[in-house]
C-alpha cells in the first residue's frame, strides 16, 4: 500500500459547526504533516508529526486542533471557522521524519466554510 | 529563512515545444524534490535529487540539481497536453527542521494540442 488516503474529500460547514479531517496511511512513515493550499498556491505547513509526537505547529489558529492517535492515523480537528479558511487540506506522510526522502501526499480535503 | 524562488510561474505552450522550469536559492539544500499537481488533487512526486550536479530523467523529463546544491531544473521534451499541471519544487533544509520542505511558489504549466 503506497498511498495516503484523506477523508472526506469535500466538506462544507458553517462557521458553529464542529468537523474532523481524517488521514491514514499504511507505508510505515514516521512523520505525517497536513499542509494547507490555496488554488495555484504552493502548500503551506501547518502541523508536522514525527513518531505520533507533534513536532512542529505553524502557528495555527486554536480553531484547527491535530490529532495523532497512532502511526497510521492523522486527524485535524475543525471548529469554529472562517470562510478564508476554504482552502484545500493535504496530509502527507515520509519516511523517518526526514522530508528529504519526499512526501506522499493524499487526494486532499476540499473544505468550504459558509 | 530559506527560500525557493521558482519560475517561470505561468508557461503556456504549444504541444512538442520543449521548456524548462527553474528553481534557484541562496540556501544550501540536502535535497530537492519536484511534484505535479493536477486540479483537485494531491502533488506526486516526480524526482528526489540529493547530489550536487545530479541529473536524473524520468521519459520526456529531465532534473538537474545544481553543483552547489542551491538550485535545480526541470526540462521537458516535446511537452503533451497531459503534462498540464502544477509543478512545485521543495527542498529539505539541509539540517533536518523536522521534515520540513520549503516549497518554491510553483509553475502553472498549460499544454495546448
Known amino acids: 500500500d503506497t498511498e495516503v488516503t484523506q477523508t472526506p474529500k469535500h466538506l462544507v460547514m458553517g462557521m458553529t459547526n464542529k468537523k474532523s479531517l481524517k488521514c491514514e496511511q499504511h507505508m510505515g512513515h514516521r512523520a505525517m504533516y497536513w499542509y494547507k493550499q490555496k488554488a495555484k498556491k504552493p502548500p503551506e505547513l501547518m502541523f508536522v508529526y514525527s513518531y505520533e509526537k507533534l513536532s512542529i505547529n505553524e502557528s495555527v489558529p486554536s480553531r484547527f486542533s491535530p490529532e495523532c492517535p497512532n502511526s497510521s492515523l492523522l486527524n485535524l480537528h475543525l471548529h469554529a471557522l472562517q470562510p478564508e479558511d476554504s482552502a484545500l487540506y493535504l496530509c502527507?506522510?515520509?519516511?523517518?521524519?526526514?522530508?528529504?526522502?519526499?512526501?506522499?501526499f493524499g487526494s486532499g480535503t476540499r473544505l468550504t466554510v459558509v | 529563512t530559506q527560500l525557493l524562488e521558482q519560475s517561470p510561474q505561468f508557461l503556456s505552450i504549444q504541444e512538442g515545444e520543449n521548456l524548462t522550469v527553474y528553481c534557484n536559492s541562496s540556501?544550501?539544500?540536502?535535497?530537492l524534490q519536484w511534484y505535479r499537481q493536477e486540479p483537485g488533487e494531491g502533488p506526486v512526486l516526480l524526482v528526489t535529487v540529493v547530489t550536487g550536479g545530479e541529473v536524473k530523467k524520468l521519459k520526456r523529463l529531465t532534473f538537474q540539481f545544481g553543483d552547489a546544491r542551491k538550485d535545480s531544473s526541470l526540462h521537458i521534451t516535446a511537452a503533451q497536453p497531459g503534462d498540464t499541471g502544477l509543478y512545485l519544487c521543495?527542498?529539505?533544509?539541509?539540517?533536518?527542521?523536522?521534515?520540513?520542505?520549503?516549497f518554491g511558489q510553483g509553475t502553472e504549466l498549460s499544454v495546448k494540442p
Open positions: 540556501s544550501v539544500f540536502s535535497s
Open positions: 521543495a527542498g529539505a533544509a539541509l539540517y533536518n527542521q523536522g521534515g520540513k520542505l520549503i
Open positions: 502527507a506522510s515520509s519516511q523517518k521524519g526526514a522530508g528529504g526522502y519526499g512526501y506522499t
